[in-house]
């Protein structure tokens, strides 16, 4: 099995996907004018802007389901992984893919918004539904549809169980069996509750568990605060082959910190676009904005505080490629949730793998709530056409049961199956929002018109150009046909 994944991992993560996200992300980063460092300031406060409705989330709300899915085990267990087969200069282009990135997490957002539709009383939207709307290729929106749900209703959970799991087990001892049966229970509680009741547990969990985390890292990292420097040195050395000893995995250092950095951010990899999508929003690059700034939070806030937690401690190891340690700080541990749990455990003795145990479990269960919503709108998606309500009570079995096979496997099989879910939906996305930029790139325009007049904006689509935007011509329309009732009955009143 394990031969099996690593060999399809060679041909989808080969040297082009890495190059291609670093090139996609610096693309629109110019395309965008740099929006990530230019709109910094308007992305925190759109974050708390905007209510929920009847159909839809607030853009708080829709922030909170597109973080559950970014913070996940990539920023504990994928860090460590990171740093020990790409050496600490992974993190320098975790942090370059997450920079980039967020211009990506805009273009894919925005486009999920402007061709979103509503189906069932919600809102709903992604890859496979702007593909179909707006390059008119429904066999491609399919594909993408089904690689969606193969990698995130069955291959991606495995690798948040297996973390909670192994964490819970350095901590309490407790069999993975059992903590895979009480995960699954718990899971089942709310994925049979619909998309408000994900979207208020991740409103509450999500802050608190990163704010937590946050906190203390920082109390870590100021109890080391004179090796900061140096850490920060031998980051930016190690990832273009400066410092001694790491040279030899210049190239490794490159791959496992885009890889990671896409797993753990996930800007192109298009599970961003479908809780964007359920945003109640005036606009499209209003939420575009927001999921731009939940990359920063993922990666330059929670995977830095890993990654320094673990390197300012010494507890980790890197690997070359024959097998040999060019550093072993942990000797017999294998790369995951215990590089963290040490590095806490060194600072706050009797304190750290309990810590990590917990924050592990929250921060990968809300991943794997926000998985399974992101395999349910491609569900939804297909089930226009095969019209069959029982499709999504076997999603939830088959998600379940991917929890529970995950959570007893070993971590390097579930981190193998994970990595081939992340490419295929990355290079399918990827490919689509090259093909179908446009749109995004006028609604950033309109929209930064629109501020500089000193409105709010409103998004018409028709305007600029955009076509088989349905739901928002359908609005426009509804609210002037309500503008016209209201003035027919004022004028009796006037007269």
Not at 27 to 39: A, D, P
Not at 70 to 81: D, E, L, P, Q
Not at 157 to 167: D, E, M, R, Y
Request: net charge neutral; charged share 15%; glycine share 10%.
């Amino acid at each position: 099995m394990k031969e099996l994944v690593d060999s399809l991992n060679g041909y989808i993560w080969s040297p082009a996907l890495i190059y291609l996200c670093l090139g996609v992300g610096l693309y629109f980063s110019l395309r965008t004018r740099f929006l990530q460092i230019r709109h910094v300031k308007e992305m925190v406060k759109l974050m708390f802007e905007g209510k929920p409705s009847d159909k839809g989330v607030s853009s708080f709300q829709a922030l909170t389901i597109s973080l559950s899915g970014r913070v996940g085990t990539g920023n504990i267990a994928g860090v460590a992984t990171a740093i020990t087969f790409g050496g600490p200069g992974a993190i320098f282009w975790m942090w370059a893919v997450a920079f980039l990135g967020a211009s990506t997490a805009f273009i894919e957002s925005t486009l999920a918004q402007i061709y979103k539709e509503q189906e069932d009383g919600q809102y709903r939207g992604g890859p496979a539904y702007y593909i179909e709307k707006g390059l008119g290729m429904k066999w491609y929106a399919w594909i993408f549809a089904f690689a969606t749900i193969l990698g995130t209703g069955l291959l991606l959970p495995g690798v948040q169980a297996n973390s909670i799991a192994s964490g819970i087990e350095n901590a309490f001892g407790i069999p993975t069996t059992v903590t895979a049966t009480l995960v699954v229970i718990l899971l089942g509680l709310i994925i049979f509750g619909g998309v408000k009741r994900i979207a208020s547990f991740a409103e509450v969990v999500v802050p608190f568990m990163a704010l937590g985390y946050i906190l203390v890292a920082s109390v870590i990292i100021a109890l080391h605060i004179d090796q900061l420097p140096a850490i920060v040195t031998l980051i930016i050395k190690s990832a273009f082959g400066l410092e001694a000893g790491f040279g030899a995995i210049l190239g490794l250092a490159v791959m496992w910190g885009v890889k990671r950095g896409v797993y753990s951010n996930e800007a192109g990899q298009g599970t961003g676009p479908h809780p964007a999508a359920a945003a109640e929003v005036s606009h499209p690059a209003k939420q575009g904005l927001v999921q731009g700034f939940s990359v920063y939070v993922d990666t330059l806030f929670v995977c830095t505080a890993t990654a320094f937690m673990i390197l300012i401690t010494g507890n980790y190891n890197v690997q070359a490629a024959d097998g040999s340690f060019l550093v072993q700080g942990l000797a017999g541990i294998a790369a995951g949730p215990a590089y963290t749990q040490n590095a806490v455990e060194t600072v706050l003795p009797g304190f750290g793998s309990i810590f990590v145990a917990i924050a592990l479990f929250f921060f990968a269960f809300t991943t794997i709530i926000a998985y399974y919503y992101i395999a349910e709108t491609n569900v939804a998606y297909i089930n226009r056409a095969l019209k069959q309500p029982w499709l999504m009570f076997v999603l939830k079995v088959a998600l379940m049961a991917s929890v529970l096979y995950g959570a007893v496997k070993t971590a390097d099989v579930a981190w193998g199956l994970g990595d081939i879910g992340v490419g295929l939906m990355a290079w399918l996305n990827i490919v689509a929002i090259l093909l179908l930029q446009k749109p995004a790139l006028l609604a950033l325009k309109d929209y930064e018109a629109q501020k500089q007049a000193g409105v709010d904006p409103v998004f018409h689509p028709e305007k600029l150009g955009i076509k088989n935007a349905d739901f928002w011509v359908k609005r426009q329309q509804k609210q002037a046909a309500a503008t016209r009732t209201e003035e027919v009955s004022a004028a009796p009143e006037q007269a």
